[in-house]
């Protein structure tokens, strides 16, 4: 069973299957082409066994065949070239493909292969399939087959842009394309993309993949457990206590100074003796002043 598939894409092809397969704009279409220039259903390839015949749809639009423009019919084998509006298809024998690639000398394992990125493109397009697209750290978009990601979009540059990945973060670059490179609906000429964006090549829309951005995620500080207000209290507590020795060794020193000179007491007899000595005294200088007084008389 052969294939049909654009040519500088060998990714996107499509079984030609029996009774036939249809080409074109439309969605409905085994083969859908997105070309202005394309009618919805603009050819049919009928399908009998490997016996293939094209029949152009759209006789006032013509298909070119190996050089060779077709307004009707013609058949078609293998190998085949089938130009339409401005895209280039291509039959193909998957057995002999596979044979040739199996004949193919084996890759040098010393060479390095690029090693592919953390971002990714997802394609939006019906036409692409939803594809998801890895990026390596220099990946370019264009219709060449040359190209990282080469897509036959008609509007496409042969090298549309360049996608960078510059420490972890994702740059974008147009390399003078005739369309336009847009980022989130805004043409650019080099911007910086991060995940979730949009990337739009002429008609061709992807979103962006990759990781969270380094800018965009909030840090947490760790802050000191804070103490219960029982603690705190407790604390408090334990600095006046500690606070208080000094204040009552300062009052004991100060009383016991003023306790180290008490005043002598006189002994009970001592003093009873005094006072009669006293009346004694008293009672002498009355009898003294009276013999004076009489004597005088």
């Given amino acids: ?12 092809a499509v079984w030609l299957v029996e009774p036939k397969i249809t080409i074109g704009r439309s969605a409905t279409n085994a083969l859908v082409i997105d070309d202005p220039l394309v009618s919805d259903v603009h050819m049919e390839v009928l399908v009998d066994n490997e016996h293939l015949t094209l029949r152009n749809l759209v006789p006032s639009q013509a298909v070119v065949v190996n050089g060779q423009k077709i307004t009707g019919a013609c058949e078609l084998k293998p190998d085949d070239t089938i130009v339409i509006g401005a895209v280039e298809l291509l039959v193909i024998d998957p057995k002999r493909e596979a044979r040739l690639a199996a004949e193919q000398p084996a890759p040098n394992p010393q060479m390095r292969m690029p090693k592919a990125t953390a971002w990714s493109l997802k394609a939006n397009h019906t036409a692409l399939a939803n594809r998801v697209f890895p990026l390596k750290d220099i990946t370019t978009i264009g ?3 040359e190209c990282d ?3 036959p979009a008609a509007h496409l540059s042969r090298r549309h842009a360049q996608l960078q990945v510059i420490d972890g973060m994702l740059f974008v670059k147009d390399l003078d394309s005739a369309n336009g490179t847009f980022l989130n609906g805004k043409r650019v000429a080099e911007a910086r993309v991060k995940r979730g964006d949009e990337l739009r090549f002429d008609a061709l829309s992807f979103g962006v993949i990759g990781p969270v951005d380094a800018m965009d995620k909030t840090t947490v500080r760790k802050v000191a457990p804070q103490e219960s207000p029982d603690i705190q209290a407790e604390a408090v507590v334990r600095k006046s206590s500690a606070a208080r020795p ?7 020193s100060s009383v016991k100074r003023t306790s180290a000179a008490p005043v002598p007491k006189m002994p009970a007899e001592e003093t009873n003796k005094g ?3 006293l009346i004694f005294l008293g009672v002498l200088a009355l009898v003294v002043i009276t013999t004076l007084i009489l004597t005088r008389k």
């Fill in 246 to 252: 000094s204040v009552q060794v300062a009052k004991a």
């Fill in 275 to 277: 006072k009669f000595g």
């Fill in 1 to 12: 069973m052969l294939k049909i598939r654009f040519k500088d894409n060998k990714y996107n």
């Fill in 149 to 151: 990601i080469s897509l």
């Fill in 143 to 145: 219709r060449s087959t």
